[in-house]
């Protein structure tokens, strides 16, 4: 897998400059002189084809895939961009722990039962109470608290500052 990984990154970290890219994309930006917008999509295609030819043993996995999935559901149904979770790690984090520790417990969400009947969120829940709304489903509460430390992730990754010193 450490070899699927450095092609992501070769891939990722490609510069601007066109002699140091692999022959087939440098052939590919060469057969196309005219509209760049095309070029440069055809040009991301194939990047985003190998990547994910690098990353298929991982993606085949079922927890990953339902973290994608869930992830694309915030992004696109939700709304939740990565410029509006920017500066949020923190919080992402919180809510993260919240459905982590649902999931964790096998009695579900009934662990944490309001007197009115209603579910508390645990932990440091940011986003207030009517916002608060875990599964019976033990894996559906893992996937969401995943999917929320992939966000904070994201968030961290595009501020080199707040991600802190690596070890």
Do not use: C
């Not at 140091?20 to 005219?34: I, K, V």
């Not at 984090?93 to 999931?103: I, P, R, T, W």
């Not at 995943?146 to 010193?165: C, Q, V």
Request: glycine letters at 8%; proline letters at 7%.
């Amino acid at each position: 897998m450490t070899d699927n990984i450095d092609v992501v990154r070769g891939i990722l970290d490609r510069t601007n400059d066109v002699r140091s890219w692999p022959a087939d994309e440098q052939a590919l930006h060469r057969a196309w002189t005219g509209d760049f917008v095309y070029r440069r999509d055809a040009l991301i295609e194939l990047r985003l084809q190998k990547i994910l030819a690098a990353l298929q043993p991982a993606l085949a996995t079922p927890g990953i895939a339902l973290l994608a999935a869930e992830r694309v559901r915030q992004i696109d149904t939700k709304g939740f961009s990565l410029e509006n979770d920017r500066g949020r790690a923190p919080e992402l984090l919180a809510a993260a722990d919240s459905y982590l520790l649902v999931g964790a417990n096998h009695g579900g969400p009934d662990g944490w039962v309001n007197p009115d009947g209603s579910y508390a969120a645990p932990g440091g829940w940011p986003w207030g109470e009517e916002n608060w709304d875990p599964s019976e489903d033990r894996v559906r509460n893992l996937t969401i608290s995943g999917s929320l430390i992939a966000a904070a992730i994201d968030d961290l990754s595009a501020d080199p500052h707040a991600a802190g010193p690596t070890r």
